[in-house]
């Protein structure tokens, strides 16, 4: 946090030189608009309304860093211009009510007001939890330094106008500028002192020293760094020496005890052994681009670093020729090895046009600020085959890849460190959180709106206009025509999963006699109403819809609500409906994404409420799922938080290429945001090659091509030695489907720990269970096989407890109750046992 934020309305450029040295300022838009503007250190106040959207877009664009707009703008401007680069301005004397909507869309609060109102100012802040909180006072009483730090305490930050502020000693009617952004800072040493950090542009620390308030003050004039000596006072260093240092930014830390100074250094070097730091020598990139700086000045003639410098075209093929190379590698060594040979010549050009590695910094952070994008397509020479190294990936206008090698990624376990080890365990897409943000606008409209909310949103994502998303039985004949030998399948299908689920349900009850007298019992329940979500969208799944249906009808559950997204004409494909005519559904929601999953959690006028919801979907799906869960107002549980397919395959050397290859694409294919993971066990070289040339092969073939590839990319194999490491590692990653492709392979199902299925055995294609052998193919994702089973009969069902206690029961049990209730301090819990031991005829 800032320790003061400067106002600036007139072009006051020397003040402005020396401000842009300590943080953010302010600037009128109106009046100040031809003062420069740095990415870090310019917040734009637009005291007008209405705003011109362009102008913001184009401010934030060039380097502005937020902007400050009326209550009136920032409605205009939420949910098009991020959060993060709006604060709101209050003028205290027209205070309004503020909704939810505007607390979430600013990420600070500008307070103009006649005078400091600690408390109006803390309650503001308490509302706007979270958010920076600035203070404008328009009254004519110059602040003082108490009063910066004062709302700092309370974590608000002061704006002082620059008629209040000088570079000039502090007088009755202006604050030297040191003196406020040092109001807040404090030290424990009897000198005065306090430590400060000498960085490089980049950030790489050049030595400690300690700073006093003069010399801090010094360096607002002069830009160079003071600083204090026993033996010479107040000094500039390098004075001598001609290693000086021109300050660039003045920081103060989190504690308010230490000061970071940012300089460009001159010279030598910081250090006093004439080094670069005085605690090493550089490396990397500033080792880098310190040498090519020298070999720009002093390289000899027929050297290879003066003729880059020198020859633009061979320094531009280098770059060219590094860029290909680089694009080709695929381990680790090799993309490392090609791209520290770009960085070189690319430093070189940079180096040769006076372009240091702090100016590409400042450049990416520029970048990082813009709101408007370009769409990031390559240029037609690097898609048309035009450059003298075409890539071996073509993107049509649109984007959609239309050739090339479908590659999964590799990596050696034994040479991985325990960091790239627990990357590769991470999944492609595991952002929940802004997932939830996202789907919250959406469940709260159907929680509240109800059907409106659901049509509208059915005709926006599922783009079916309809009157009615429900259907209700008996279904319509016509709508569950399906070829016969599909229906033959489905049948098949439904004879096996109903058999196996049906094996599982609890009807006897669980009595045991604890002690004598005391017998506790458990039970199964159905679970009355449940919502069985069937993703449709890139496939149609009959299947899930028998995963989900199948248990639910042997559970016995009362109703069942299926829900799945219509085809473009409004219908449900007829092998769902037919299927949902087999389990016996109560209703069809024709909904898809986080609104079917609100509207079956809170319930409307048309979609019955349901008490559990169950079913696989994408990451909206998923994330609507966590947020009803957690919503007293649903009252509604979920069976877990499934996503993204993925399938994880352990081969070794009796694995035939072709069916790992069908294994892998027979989940790449689900969407671009599954996962295929290879752990292989000692494969060569060429049995790798062979397995990557079926998977690319077969891929091609595939009419979800496109999915495959995008999905692929994400994808890795992971070489390893033995078995027990293949195990180890996939019992770390927990897959959702586990393929043992290895020798003896049922012998090896006694050491998965963490799975959702398996498949054992070269003749078991995980195809089998996802459509007909009889297990249930709704299983946890993402890792949560470590905590959570696939959907099964039990599910479905709730377990009561009961206890009955006979009079000798009670008292033989009683004081052992009534001991632990006074240990408790649960006076009446004691009382309730007691009162029946001395008197038994009350009970």
């Not at 300690?210 to 107040?234: A, D, F, Q, V």
């Not at 890139?538 to 109703?559: D, N, R």
């Not at 949902?580 to 409420?609: C, D, E, F, N, R």
Request: charge should be negative.
């Amino acid at each position: 946090m800032a320790t003061f934020l400067p106002l600036l309305t007139e072009e006051n450029l020397p003040l402005f030189n020396a401000l842009n040295l300590i943080g953010p300022i302010v600037l009128d838009a109106q009046r100040s608009v031809s003062l420069p503007r740095t990415p870090q250190h310019s917040y734009l106040l637009v005291d007008n309304s209405p705003v011109d959207l362009q102008d913001i877009a184009s401010w934030l664009d060039e380097g502005v860093e937020k902007v400050i707009v009326p209550l009136a703008s920032v409605k205009e401007l939420i949910g098009v211009i991020p959060p993060d680069r709006l604060i709101l301005l209050l003028d205290v004397a027209n205070v309004s009510a503020f909704s939810e909507k505007v607390r979430n869309g600013v990420s600070g609060v500008l307070l103009k007001t006649p005078s400091i109102d600690f408390d109006f100012i803390s309650s503001i802040s308490k509302f706007f939890a979270g958010s920076t909180i600035h203070v404008l006072s328009t009254s004519a009483i110059l602040p003082t330094p108490a009063n910066i730090r004062e709302l700092r305490s309370i974590g608000a930050t002061l704006i002082i106008p620059e008629s209040q502020l000088t570079l000039a000693p502090t007088s009755a009617t202006q604050l030297n500028i040191g003196d406020a952004f040092l109001a807040p800072v404090v030290t424990d040493r009897a000198d005065g002192l306090f430590p400060t950090m000498v960085t490089s542009e980049t950030g790489h620390s050049l030595g400690l020293v300690y700073s006093s308030r003069e010399s801090c003050k010094g360096k607002h004039n002069h830009r160079e760094r003071y600083i204090p000596s026993r033996k010479h006072g107040l000094w500039r260093k390098g004075e001598t020496s001609g290693a000086t240092q021109d300050v660039v930014r003045i920081r103060l830390d989190c504690d308010s005890d230490s000061l970071e100074f940012r300089v460009v250094q001159h010279g030598a070097g910081f250090c006093h052994l004439n080094r670069r730091s005085c605690f090493s020598e550089a490396s990397g990139l500033s080792l880098l681009e310190a040498t090519l700086i020298s070999r720009l000045e002093s390289a000899p003639e027929g050297s290879y670093t003066k003729r880059l410098f020198n020859d633009a075209n061979l320094l531009q093929s280098k770059i060219m020729e590094e860029a290909d190379e680089l694009c080709r590698a695929t381990t680790k060594e090799e993309i490392a090895f090609e791209a520290a040979d770009l960085f070189y010549f690319a430093l070189t050009k940079c180096v040769a046009a006076g372009v240091g590695v702090a100016d590409i910094e400042h450049s990416l952070d520029r970048k990082a600020k813009r709101i408007t994008r370009r769409t990031g397509n390559a240029k037609p020479q690097w898609t048309s085959g035009e450059s003298t190294a075409a890539p071996e990936k073509k993107e049509t206008e649109k984007g959609k890849v239309v050739d090339g090698p479908i590659r999964m990624r590799t990596s050696d376990l034994s040479t991985l460190s325990a960091q790239e080890r627990a990357q590769l365990l991470r999944r492609p897409v595991l952002k929940s959180d802004e997932m939830i943000e996202k789907v919250k606008p959406i469940v709260e409209a159907v929680r509240t709106r109800g059907d409106d909310a659901l049509l509208e949103f059915t005709a926006k994502f599922d783009k079916a206009q309809l009157t009615s998303t429900v259907l209700l039985p008996p279904f319509a004949p016509e709508s569950m025509v399906v070829e016969e030998n599909v229906r033959k399948a489905i049948d098949v299908a439904y004879g096996n999963i109903r058999k196996f689920h049906e094996a599982q349900k609890s009807d006897s009850t669980l009595v045991v006699e604890t002690m004598p007298g005391v017998v506790c019992s458990r039970f199964a329940r159905a679970i009355a109403r449940v919502g069985l979500y069937v993703p449709g969208g890139t496939a149609i799944l009959p299947s899930t819809a028998l995963m989900l249906g199948i248990p639910a009808q042997v559970a016995g559950c009362k109703e069942i609500v299926l829900a799945t997204p219509p085809r473009s004409d409004g219908s449900i494909s007829p092998e769902v409906m037919y299927v949902a005519h087999l389990v016996g559904a109560s209703a069809i929601l024709k909904a898809g994404g986080a609104q079917a999953v609100a509207a079956m959690a809170y319930g409307t006028k048309t979609v019955p409420k349901v008490d559990k919801i169950f079913g696989p979907g994408n990451q909206w799906v998923t994330a609507a799922k966590m947020l009803v869960q957690n919503d007293t107002d649903a009252l509604v549980s979920i069976d877990m938080p499934a996503g993204p397919s993925e399938v994880l395959v352990i081969a070794d050397h009796t694995a035939n290429p072709a069916s790992s290859r069908q294994n892998l694409l027979s989940q790449a294919e689900h969407g671009v945001d599954s996962q295929v993971v290879l752990v292989a066990i000692n494969l060569s070289a060429e049995h790798l090659a062979s397995i990557e040339r079926e998977v690319d092969e077969q891929a091609h073939a595939l009419s979800r091509v496109d999915i495959v590839r995008q999905s692929i990319v994400k994808s890795i194999i992971v070489k390893v030695s033995s078995v027990d490491e293949a195990l180890a590692f996939s019992n770390d990653y927990a897959p959702e489907h586990l393929i043992l492709h290895l020798e003896k392979p049922s012998e090896k199902v006694a050491m998965v720990d963490n799975a959702g299925s398996v498949f054992v055995g070269p003749y078991t294609p995980e195809s089998c269970g996802d459509y007909a052998s009889g297990t249930n193919h709704t299983l946890p994702t993402n890792g949560y096989a470590r905590q959570f089973s696939g959907v099964n009969t039990l599910s479905f069902q709730k377990h009561i407890t009961s206890q009955e206690i006979t009079q000798a029961g009670l008292r033989g049990l009683g004081p052992v109750v009534a001991t632990l209730a006074d240990c408790e301090g649960l006076q009446a819990h004691a009382n309730a046992v007691r009162v029946r031991l001395v008197n038994p005829q009350i009970s």
